[in-house]
């Protein structure tokens, strides 16, 4: 079983550049979500989404964008990258308020 | 408004002996979920234990127990008989819905180290 698959696992950018983290779950999971966490730190809610074509901005949006056109994918953009947005970022994904999150392994990125 | 607070930065506890981490929540939402999960060093994240707003027994798995308090909003998680395994760190998170939509969030976590 794949689970949750995200790729790149590293990625360095510059300032400036945009890119596209690409999540995607063979679970039929209909909520996934996005979150950042910073070293040391907990797991801060990007966006997330119940079901395809359906999103909401979590604690901290700036900076991201996301669509939900198919069940499987949850791709993040980010435009503009900032230092700020140094992060590992994880995508997860569950079937309902009463089961656990599955998470991916994780984008470690760099923006310089 | 924090949802998830956990007060303990960090946490030591000998091997063998048993360890409670605190959890504390917030939510109006009479129907929410709450779990933990363990982050060892390798990054990856391991789902726990999940006790839902409407269990009337605090949830177990192994060596894994959930102290329950609704009343207080506590979560605790405690770990029995602890393992140089278990050092990592450690996630309270609660689901809640709102407005039709459900979301996770995560409070900033425990360190704990097991001392051989």
């Known amino acids: 079983n794949a689970g949750v698959t995200q790729t790149p696992k590293f990625r360095i950018l510059k300032i400036g550049q945009s890119m596209t983290l690409q999540c995607t779950q063979d679970?039929?999971?209909?909520?996934m979500y996005w979150y950042r966490q910073d070293p040391g730190m907990g797991l801060k809610l990007i966006y997330y989404?119940?079901?395809?074509?359906?999103?909401d901005k979590g604690e901290v949006p700036n900076g991201y964008n996301v669509s939900r056109s198919t069940t499987e994918d949850f791709p993040l953009r980010l435009e503009l990258a900032a230092p700020s947005q140094t992060s590992v970022y994880f995508c997860a994904s569950g079937s309902d308020i009463n089961t656990e999150a599955f998470f991916g392994q994780g984008t470690r990125l760099t923006v310089v | 408004a924090q949802k998830i607070t956990q007060t303990q930065p960090g946490m030591f506890v000998q091997e063998k002996e048993a360890v409670t981490l605190d959890c504390t929540y917030d939510?109006?939402?009479?129907?929410?979920?709450l779990f933990w999960y363990k982050q060892p060093s390798s990054g990856e994240m391991i789902f726990l234990i999940y006790?839902?707003?409407?269990?009337?027994q605090n949830a177990t798995e192994g060596r894994y127990s959930l102290n329950f308090q609704k009343a207080r909003k506590s979560a605790n998680l405690v770990i029995s008989a602890s393992q140089l395994g278990d050092s990592a760190m450690y996630f309270c998170?609660?689901?809640?819905?709102?407005?039709?939509?459900?979301?996770?969030?995560f409070g900033k976590g425990t360190k704990l180290t097991v001392n051989p």
């Open positions: 989404s119940v079901g395809a074509g359906i999103t």
């Open positions: 939510t109006s939402d009479p129907s929410y979920g």
């Open positions: 006790q839902g707003s409407y269990d009337q």
């Open positions: 679970m039929n999971h209909n909520y």
């Open positions: 998170a609660m689901k809640e819905s709102q407005g039709g939509s459900e979301k996770l969030v």
